[in-house]
Structure formats: structure tokens, C-alpha cells
């Protein structure tokens, strides 16, 4: 590991000027690349004290041996001179997008005597006009084969033209009128050339052009009566009408636009492109990258948009191109992006309207893209084998932990405070081993106090079950109470059974504890198990800030790699139990919303609260009726009204509705009731400001 000090350019070396700089390690490869506005004022950004650099950046200065910069003129030239260079050197820490896979692309050689149009993968050739990319090379063949009608470019490769052309005879789609065969002289060059034209020009997104001159031909066949050719043309009509079917209109003014979404966590991010050509979505890509330097969305688009762009020149480069935020500076990105094309290119944000909404499906496309990625990673057993290895190594665990329990706490401003427990075998996560809990030994918000009473539960019912004593039924669910995200009442509250019925308890103990949390929470995870004589279950936190590794009594973390994949193992069980915690505490806070004084009459069912409510019309009606008035409902006896009378006089009375907008008290009306039977009221408790932990 080097000193940055050892090879820190000296006071004055460095210009002030715009340029880029490379790191390079002590055998010579580069390993960053990056720009600068003013070199000294950037380059002196890495020469500050260790500990108050990014964990990521401190592990670039301290591989690097030596810094080396170039001056440039403009801002735009850093621009391309990095991304120059990125692609020359690969520098591993810099963000490297990957294809999630080799799009396939509609290719028209336009170099070629005679255009062939075909399907290509790969890099971009000179003389070749692309159209895509597409998610399935199936997609494409369907499209060229409805467009051959109407223009009918050769498809065939330069074996079969020759041999087409040796024997005199065309090929298949020569006969069948999917070819003009110009390898038999049917059409000339330069005929054969137009079409070529003209297909383009379809999927360029001027397809109105074409359909009119079609329809306005097979008027014109109809009127001389020539039914034949008017048929045939009227097929031409309805292949390109269903060609462009497949490509439904979302933008209504034929934009031109190329959309770009990026979902991201502290460690990876995947990007998604919609290209939209006349108004319709012509191609769609996307990437994922490891974030190996600490990075801003607005950077991440910017890399984005160098490695779209970068090879690309003319109408490659949409007018327009939409993005989730802007790099910064802006105005050098602009400037290059219009270099690139020849003309101005608009790079803003979407407001509202149509493009804001398009704009959203292709963030959900890059989210549901993210989440792949992490699945297919996760289900890999050499790739969970090596990351359970790497935790075993980092925490000095005498073996790989086989059993992983995360905890974590959450609530609503001191509200509702509850607390999850995850559960990874392998890992996977184990849903029939996962368990949620109220918070009982105290109230209000203090989640040190909150974590050693959860361990401390969890772990006494463990050595309770292992003397085959004691019953554990405070976590089961109460009534009414709704499993989330589709876990059963077995799978949150009691595990499976055994065989004779029984549920099973906390019987298994996990290797390691992980609780969500830095020092604090690790230190009263660690006492609570001290307090019950069990030393043999590892504990750590996972502090979200900075994703470091906090062990009990230690002072400083541990920092794994970023790419560690023990790290991203650990990352994905702690994401698992806030989830877990937060959707519990939802459920409370709803349930809680819900109540009604009703609710503790006992013995009153759902279907009598309703006939009650039915009756009266709201809750402050029934209040206000007598015992006699109470019995006039049917299924409702004198005891049971008796009942009903004394539970509602006890109750405090509701708060005032208020409309939160203009803060006008509401009176209560007949059928503004919830389910519980309270008036609905505007600004839902839901909408009371926090902070959900």
C-alpha cells in the first residue's frame, strides 16, 4: 500500500487549468483517468488526510505510485481526451458500464454496390446505417420481413448473390417477390439503391410518406380497374401499417429523443436507453456497472453519455436526449454532444407531460433491471460460497457463517417501534425462519435500547427451546393482523410445524448476528448475549453511510473491498430486514389508524359493527343513542347494547375532520365513514412527516 505522500505532485507543479489526470499504480498501468476544471484545485482533493477521504477514492491514492496530468484548452476537450483514454487504458476504478448482453442490431450496408439489409451484433462499421438496437434478433427478422414487401433490398450474403448471379437464377425470395433480385439484373444498381433508401427512411420514422403514396397507387389501380395490383397493394398498406404497430406511437410530435434512466445502490447501477425515432420506441439497451469510485447520478449519466456517444457522429446523435439529471458542469457535455452530431443537441430533464411519463417506464425498466442483475448474482453458488468465505476472513470467523440472523428497527417519530429478523441459510434468504417483534420493555424512539431487547428476546427463547422449556408467543400475530409481501402468518409470526403440531421455537442459532447499525447498536447486541452466557455467535453492524463493518470493541471498522463479494452478501441481508421491519411497521401504524372504540367491545364481531354503523350512520350518532335505540338493531340484545353504551362513554370522543388544505373543521356525514367506523377525514396519518428507520 503507498503513501500519497510519497508521490504528491509539489506546491505550485500543478496547473490551474483545465485538464486530465491519470493515476497509475507502481507497475505503470493506469488505473483512474479523470477531468478537471482546474487540475490543482481537483488533484489536491486527493492528497488530504486518509480518513477523511470516500473508503473508495482512499483505496485508488493508496494503489497508485505516482500522478501524471495533461493541460488542455477547453473543458470539451478534457471531455474527450478522458473518454479517450478510458477506453485506451480500462482503468479499474473507473465506472465501467457492461451490456447485460450483445443487442442486436438492423443493419443496411450502405457501402456496398448493392445494400444488403441484415441482422449485426459487435461494433459499429463505417458505410452501415443502423437501426436499434433490439431486444431479440427475432424481432428484427419479423420486421424485415413485413417491410420486404413494399421495399425489397437483397438480404442474402455475398455467396449466394455471386452464385445467384453465376447461374442466372435468384434465390428463394427472388421468385417470391421478397427481392428484386439484382443479383439476375431485375433492377439496376441504382434501383436497388432507392429502395435501399427508401427502407431507411421508413425506419428512420417517415413511414406517412410511404403509406399515402401507397394509398393514393391503389386508388388509382381500383379506378382502371386493375383489382389485382389494387390487392396487392393494399397488402403492401397493411404490412407496413402492422410493421409500425410494433412500435406504438409515445411521444405525439414525432420526437426524435433518446431517454436515459439510472437506478442505484452503494454499490452498482444499471442504466437503461430507450431511442425514440418519429415519436416510437426504435431500440432499447442497457448497462450495469460496478461504482467503483464515489459517484453522483449527474457523473453517472455523463459516463453514460460518453459511452453511448463517444463512436457515434451525425443522426446517431438524437436532437434531443433526456436524462434523470444533469452532469456537472453542463455546458461542456452539451458542447460535446453537439460536436458529435453537427448541430444542437438538447440535454435537460423532463418535467411533466408525455416525456416525464416515458421517462418513468424507463426508470422502472432500470430498477427491474438492477434487481435481475442481483438475483441472478446472489443465485450463483460459487459466487455465494466465495462472499460467505470473504465474511469468514474479514470478521476472523473460526468458519463460514451457513446461518446469518439480521435485525433491524423501526418506526414513525417514536411510534409503532417494532424490529424484523431476517434469516439467510447459504446466502439465501429462509422466509419460513423470519420473525417480527413489538418493542415492550419501554416507549419512545431509542434503537441501542430497542436492538438489546429484541437479542435479548430472541436468544433467551433460544436457550429456552434448547432445554425443551418455556412457550414464545408474544411474536405471533394478533387478530386481523396482515402478513406483507406475501408471507403467511406461519412465516412472521410462528415457523413451521413439527410433527406433532406444535410450532417450532427459535431452535436453530445463527453464526453470525448482523444488526443494522454502527458501534452502539454492535455493542448492545454484543451485551445482550454476554448477559445470557452465549459467546459463540459472531455480531457486527452494517452502518449504511459508508457501508463499513463495525465488530464489538473495536474502534475503527472494518472496510471491505467494494467489490467484495462478502460485502454485497452483507448489504443484501441488512436491505432484507429494513424491508422486512419497515413493511411491519406500516401494518401497525395502519392498524393503528383503523381503530375504533368498537374494537374492545367484547364479543362484537365485524358483521355486528357494520349493521351498527349501517343503522346509525356514523359513530358519533351511535354514541349519542340510547340503550333502547341500540336493541333496535337486528342480532344486537339489551346486555350486548348495555355493553356497547358503557365501551363508547368511556371512549374519548374523535377529533374533529379538518381539511388540511384550507383548515376548515368537517362535519361528519352519512357514509364518509372508514371501515372502522371513524369519519374519513383529509391528510391521512400517513402523511405525518418522519423519518421511517
Request: charged share 30%.
Amino acid at each position: 500500500m503507498a503513501d500519497p505522500s510519497s508521490y504528491r505532485p509539489k506546491p505550485g507543479e500543478i496547473p490551474d487549468s483545465p485538464g486530465v489526470y491519470r493515476f497509475r499504480d507502481e507497475h505503470r498501468r493506469v488505473i483512474y483517468v479523470g477531468k478537471a476544471k482546474s487540475l490543482r484545485q481537483r488533484l489536491a482533493n486527493y492528497f488530504q488526510d486518509l480518513a477523511g477521504l470516500h473508503p473508495r477514492t482512499r483505496s485508488m491514492v493508496t494503489t497508485a505510485a505516482s500522478v501524471e496530468w495533461t493541460v488542455v484548452s477547453t473543458e470539451v476537450e478534457a471531455l474527450q481526451l478522458e473518454y479517450s483514454w478510458i477506453k485506451e487504458y480500462d482503468p479499474r476504478f473507473n465506472v465501467k458500464y457492461r451490456d447485460d448482453k450483445s443487442y442486436p442490431y438492423l443493419a443496411v450496408t450502405m457501402s456496398e454496390e448493392y445494400p444488403r439489409v441484415q441482422v449485426m451484433r459487435g461494433h459499429k462499421k463505417k458505410g452501415v446505417r443502423y437501426f436499434g438496437p433490439y431486444a431479440h434478433a427475432w424481432a428484427i427478422r419479423d420486421t424485415v420481413d413485413l417491410l420486404l414487401r413494399v421495399f425489397p433490398v437483397r438480404t442474402c450474403s455475398a455467396g449466394v448473390f455471386k452464385n445467384a448471379a453465376r447461374t442466372g437464377r435468384p434465390c428463394l425470395l427472388g421468385y417470391i417477390g421478397k427481392c428484386s433480385a439484382p443479383c439476375v439484373d431485375r433492377v439496376s444498381a441504382e434501383e436497388h439503391r432507392e429502395l435501399a433508401d427508401e427502407f431507411c427512411d421508413f425506419m428512420t420514422g417517415r413511414t406517412n410518406t410511404y403509406i399515402r403514396r401507397l394509398e393514393k397507387q391503389m386508388g388509382e389501380a381500383a379506378e382502371e380497374m386493375e383489382y389485382e395490383r389494387a390487392a396487392r397493394l393494399r397488402d403492401d398498406i397493411e404490412a407496413l401499417k402492422k410493421a409500425m404497430e410494433k412500435n406504438a406511437v409515445v411521444l405525439a410530435d414525432a420526437t426524435d429523443a433518446d431517454l436515459i434512466a439510472v437506478a442505484e445502490d452503494e454499490l452498482e447501477a444499471a442504466v437503461q436507453i430507450f431511442h425514440v425515432r418519429g415519436g416510437r420506441v426504435r431500440g432499447q439497451r442497457g448497462w450495469v456497472t460496478d461504482k467503483v469510485e464515489d459517484i453522483t447520478t449527474g457523473a453517472l449519466v455523463e459516463h453514460a453519455l460518453q459511452q453511448l456517444y463517444g463512436e457515434e457522429t451525425g443522426d446517431a446523435v438524437p436532437k434531443e436526449v433526456l436524462v434523470p439529471a444533469l452532469p456537472d458542469p453542463v455546458e461542456p457535455v452539451q458542447e460535446w454532444l453537439a460536436g458529435r452530431r453537427g448541430s444542437g443537441v438538447s440535454l435537460r430533464v423532463p418535467q411533466r407531460g408525455d416525456k416525464k411519463a416515458l421517462m418513468e417506464t424507463v426508470q422502472r425498466n432500470a430498477q427491474q433491471a438492477l434487481v435481475l442483475h442481483k438475483t441472478k448474482r446472489a443465485s450463483d453458488l460459487t459466487t455465494r460460497s466465495r462472499a460467505l468465505e470473504e465474511i469468514a476472513d474479514a470478521l476472523d470467523l473460526d468458519s463460514a457463517p451457513l446461518r446469518i440472523e439480521c435485525y433491524d428497527i423501526s418506526h414513525l417519530q417514536g411510534d409503532d417501534v417494532v424490529a424484523s429478523m431476517v434469516v439467510f441459510e447459504d446466502g439465501l434468504a429462509r422466509k419460513s425462519e423470519y420473525r417480527r417483534f413489538q418493542i415492550k420493555g419501554f416507549a419512545g424512539q431509542d434503537d441501542v435500547r430497542s436492538m438489546h431487547e429484541v437479542i435479548t428476546r430472541r436468544f433467551r427463547r433460544y436457550l429456552a427451546e434448547k432445554e425443551r422449556t418455556g412457550e414464545w408467543a408474544d411474536e405471533i400475530p394478533q387478530d386481523g393482523e396482515t402478513p406483507q409481501d406475501g408471507e403467511t402468518a406461519e412465516t412472521i409470526g410462528t415457523s413451521l410445524t413439527e410433527d406433532d403440531g406444535r410450532p417450532k421455537k427459535f431452535a436453530y442459532p445463527p453464526q453470525l448476528v448482523v444488526v443494522d447499525g454502527g458501534a452502539p447498536q454492535v455493542a448492545a447486541a454484543r451485551r445482550a448475549l454476554d448477559e445470557l452466557g452465549i459467546d459463540d455467535i459472531a455480531v457486527c453492524g452494517l452502518a449504511k453511510r459508508l457501508e463499513e463493518v463495525w465488530l464489538p470493541g473495536d474502534d475503527d471498522p472494518v472496510v471491505l473491498p467494494r467489490t467484495s463479494e462478502g460485502l454485497y452478501l452483507l448489504q443484501r441481508v441488512r436491505d432484507e430486514a429494513h424491508r422486512f421491519a419497515i413493511s411491519y411497521q406500516r401494518t401497525k401504524r395502519s392498524k393503528r389508524f383503523r381503530s375504533s372504540p368498537l374494537d374492545d367491545v367484547p364479543g362484537l364481531g365485524d358483521t355486528r359493527k357494520q349493521a351498527l354503523l349501517k343503522h346509525f350512520g356514523s359513530l358519533k350518532k351511535l354514541r349519542s343513542a340510547t340503550i333502547d335505540q341500540i336493541c333496535e338493531v337486528p342480532g344486537i340484545g339489551r346486555k350486548t347494547a348495555e355493553t356497547i353504551a358503557a365501551a363508547l362513554a368511556q371512549a374519548a370522543p374523535a377529533a374533529p375532520a379538518v381539511n388540511t388544505a384550507t383548515g376548515e373543521i368537517m362535519e361528519e356525514e352519512p357514509g364518509t365513514m372508514g371501515s372502522s367506523g371513524e369519519p374519513v377525514r383529509t391528510g391521512a396519518p400517513d402523511e405525518r412527516r418522519g423519518q421511517e428507520t
